[in-house]
């Protein structure tokens, strides 16, 4: 599934698309995620340093190509502030064409 993050002033949200029949209604299902219905996690995401990597499952960390423009990369780096971060999730529908996963990171502690 492509995975895309984007940040937020408080962390930000990995949107998995799970189906659209395009990426501007991704873009506007992603505008409307506070409408999500989000349900809580016990985990915890402590960021010390560094990016942060989201790796397809069936591949290694060491397996990482480097991005080389084109084609879709089987992981995504982004990076987060240092602190704790509280994880949600949401298997958001906004209409019968559009389905998004999201996984919302909110700083708790520096």
Same mark, same amino acid.
């Given at each position: 599934?492509? +995975?895309?993050? %984007?940040?937020?002033?408080?962390?930000?949200?990995?949107?998995?698309?799970?189906? /659209? !029949? $395009? &990426?501007d209604e991704v873009w506007q299902a992603v505008g409307r995620a506070e409408e999500a219905n989000w349900s809580q996690t &016990?985990?915890?995401?402590?960021?010390?340093? $560094?990016?942060?990597?989201? %790796?397809?499952? /069936? !591949? &290694?960390?060491?397996?990482?190509?480097?991005?080389?423009? $084109?084609?879709?990369?089987?992981?995504?780096?982004? +990076?987060?502030?240092?602190?704790?971060?509280?994880?949600?999730?949401?298997?958001? =529908?906004?209409?019968?064409? +559009?389905?998004?996963?999201?996984?919302?990171? =909110?700083? +708790?502690?520096?």
């Open positions: 599934m492509r +995975t895309a993050f %984007i940040p937020s002033d408080d962390g930000g949200i990995l949107v998995r698309w799970g189906h /659209a !029949y $395009g &990426e &016990e985990h915890r995401l402590q960021v010390s340093q $560094g990016p942060l990597l989201v %790796i397809d499952a /069936a !591949y &290694e960390g060491s397996e990482r190509p480097p991005h080389e423009g $084109g084609g879709d990369p089987n992981w995504l780096e982004f +990076t987060l502030p240092k602190g704790q971060y509280r994880v949600d999730f949401a298997d958001f =529908s906004p209409n019968e064409r +559009t389905w998004l996963i999201l996984v919302r990171l =909110s700083r +708790t502690l520096l």
